[in-house]
């Protein structure tokens, strides 16, 4: 359901636009995370943008799919049995031409031996398989509590 909603928004932002071909991801996610807030209500949700970044729409559509999975991951397993917590989603900048988005967690962590490269887990699957190649990256980063997923995706495609 998030995710027809992530693809369901960025038409409704395009609607509201002459430029169908890029739009502002930071608002576009801020639109995500609004629809995301309300399903996984045990969850406090802060959105922190690092400023408008336009992006080729195809793209801003794969950073809220992604956006969606992160967060479901995080409202599945990091608070479980709806225990509440706060994920807080970041986005900025790599360089000039890749955006990083970010989703921390304050929740138990990932076991030790937990590779984020190598998991079978249904949610990173989906997560490896969306980032664009080539040029997409994922990365895990243990914090106490919590931890914190990153993915870097190019704002254009490329070759």
Known sequence: MSRVGAVAR???R????ADIGTVDLA??????CEDLAGLARQCEFKYQPDGPIPIATDRAVHVALLLTELVTNVSKHAYPKGKPGQVVVTLGRAD???VRLSVRDEGAGLPVEFDVERSGGL???ILRARL???GGKLSMHRHKPGQELVVEVPTQART
């Open 132 to 134: 664009p190649k080539p």
């Open 14 to 17: 395009l609607y509201r636009t």
């Open 27 to 32: 608002a576009y996610l801020g639109d995500i």
């Open 123 to 125: 949610g990173l699957g």
């Open 10 to 12: 960025i038409h409704e």
């Open 96 to 98: 000039a031409e890749t």
